[in-house]
C-alpha cells in the first residue's frame, strides 16, 4: 500500500507526529508499505484563490503551480492519507487548512475512495474536525479512522507529554496493524 502523511503541526516530532509515528510503526509491521511525508510548514503552498479555475475538465489542474503540486500526485496515488494535526482554536492548523482548501482541485475526481487516518492532538475541543470529516467521508466514500488524544490535564492546566498518553499511542500502533494487514 501506499500512504501519505500530512503533518500538520509546526512542532516536528511532537504530539501529532508522534502519535503518527507510532500509527506507522504498526503499519510497517506487517508488509511493505510506501510513505511519503509532507510538512506543508515548509513547504511552498499558497492558499486558494477562489478561481475555480479547477472547474475546468478534463484535467481539473490547480492553476497555482506551487508545492501542492507534489502532493496532489501523491494523494492521487496513495491508498491510505494520514491527516495530522494539532487543535489550533478548535481545528486543524492553518498549515493544513491551505492544503484541505488546496484539495478543492481533486474534489472533482481522484479525491475518492481512500482511507482517511485523522489523528488529533488537542487541549480542549476536538469535536468541530472530527465532525467536518464524518460529514464529508460518505459523499467522497472515504473510510474513515480516527485517533484522537486529550494532552492537556484539567486539574493541573497543564499540557501532559505525548508519552502519557499510553491508551491513544497503542490505539495508533493498533489501528497501523489492522491497516497493513489489509
Ligand atoms: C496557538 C495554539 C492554539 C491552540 N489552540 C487550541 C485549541 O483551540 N483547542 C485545543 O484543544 N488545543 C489547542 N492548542 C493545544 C494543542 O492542540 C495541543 O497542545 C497539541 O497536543 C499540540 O500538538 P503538537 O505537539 O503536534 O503541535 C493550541 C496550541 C497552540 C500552540
Known sequence: MKAIVLHGSPRKNMNSDTLTMRFLEGLNEKGSHEVKHFYPNEMDIK?????????????????????MQHIYSAYMDADIIVWASPMYWGYITAQ???????????????FYDKTFVVIL??????????GMFKRIAPFFRIKLHFVTCKTYD??????LPISSCV?????AYVLGQTLGAE
Open 96 to 110: 493544513l487548512k491551505v492544503v484541505q482548501d488546496r484539495m478543492e482541485a481533486l474534489a472533482w475526481k481522484g
Open 47 to 67: 492558499p486558494c484563490q477562489g478561481c475555480l479555475g479547477c472547474r475546468t475538465p478534463p484535467d481539473h489542474n490547480c492553476v497555482i503551480e506551487d508545492d
Open 121 to 130: 492532538t488537542y487541549r480542549h475541543h476536538v469535536e468541530s474536525t472530527v
Open 167 to 171: 491508551d491513544e499511542l497503542e490505539e
Open 154 to 159: 484539567e486539574e493541573t492546566g497543564k499540557d
